[in-house]
C-alpha cells in the first residue's frame, strides 16, 4: 500500500510559467516532508523540505505547500525554466532530516518544460 | 568535496553470482541508506545504519546483507542474485536534521 502518492506520471508546461506538482500522504505519522529532483542517469537531489510544524516553505523560485488536514502537500515552480525538466520525487519520514529510519518515497512525477 | 561515492557504476551478475556495491561518504555522516529503484516506481529502502556497527532492516531487505565498521563506508552485499534483484541502486548519508545526500546510483542487472 502507497503511502506517499504521486498521481501525475508526468506533468508539461511551458517554460516561464508555474509548475505545480502535487503529493498526497496516507500516514499521519509522518512529520517531515522534502521533494527531491533527478536527471536521468544521477541521483536523486535534494530540493526543498517542509516539517509538519509550517504550511509554507520558499527557497528561491521553489515553494512547498503543506495542507496537513487533507494528508497533502504541493511543489510549485516559479518561473519554470529548461533545466526544471526532471523527475521530482516527493519524499516522508517520521523525524526531522533524513529520518533516522529513512524516507518513504512517491513514484514521481516526471516535469517537462516546453520552450 | 566528493560527498557519497558508489562503486561500480554498472554491473551484470549471472544469476546466484554474488557482489558487493561500495558506499563511501566523506561528510562525517552518522546515518546512511541503501534504496533500490525499480522502472517506474520510486526508492525504496532496503537497509539502513545509525552509526558504525549499527544497522537496520528497511522496507525490502530479503537478498541483501550490509555492514557499518567505519563511520564512511556502508557497503551492500548480494549473495545469491536473482533477476529480481535487477535494478538501481541509490546509497544516501545524512546528519539527524538534515535531507539525504545520495550517491550517483549502481544500475546492476541480473541474467
Known amino acids: 500500500d502507497q503511502q506517499v502518492k504521486q498521481n501525475s506520471p508526468s506533468l508539461s508546461v511551458q517554460e516561464g510559467r508555474i509548475s505545480i506538482l502535487n503529493c498526497d500522504y496516507t500516514?499521519?505519522?509522518?512529520?517531515?516532508f522534502l521533494w527531491y529532483k533527478k536527471y536521468p542517469a544521477e541521483g536523486p537531489t535534494f530540493l526543498i523540505s517542509i516539517s509538519s510544524i509550517k504550511d509554507k516553505n520558499e527557497d528561491g523560485r521553489f515553494t512547498v505547500f503543506l495542507n496537513k488536514s487533507a494528508k497533502h502537500l504541493s511543489l510549485h515552480i516559479v518561473p519554470s525554466q529548461p533545466g526544471d525538466s526532471a523527475v521530482y520525487f516527493c519524499a516522508a519520514s517520521g523525524g526531522a532530516g533524513g529520518g533516522a529510519d529513512g524516507l518513504t518515497f512517491g513514484k514521481g512525477t516526471h516535469l517537462i518544460i516546453q520552450p | 568535496n566528493a560527498g557519497v561515492t558508489q562503486t561500480p557504476k554498472f554491473r551484470i551478475l549471472k544469476i546466484g553470482q554474488s557482489m558487493t556495491l561500495q558506499c563511501a561518504q566523506d561528510m562525517n555522516h552518522n546515518y546512511m541508506y541503501w534504496y533500490r529503484q525499480d522502472p517506474g516506481m520510486g526508492l525504496k529502502l532496503i537497509y539502513y545504519s545509525v552509526g558504525a556497527g549499527i544497522t537496520d532492516k528497511g522496507e525490502v531487505p530479503n537478498g541483501y546483507n550490509v555492514s557499518r565498521s567505519t563511520t564512511e563506508d556502508f557497503p551492500l552485499r548480494l549473495e545469491l542474485a536473482a533477476p529480481s534483484q535487477t535494478s538501481v541502486y541509490f546509497c544516501?548519508?545524512?546528519?539527524?536534521?538534515?535531507?539525504?545526500?545520495f550517491g550517483q546510483g549502481t544500475r546492476l542487472t541480473v541474467v
Open positions: 500516514n499521519s505519522m509522518f512529520d517531515y
Open positions: 544516501a548519508s545524512s546528519l539527524r536534521t538534515s535531507a539525504a545526500f
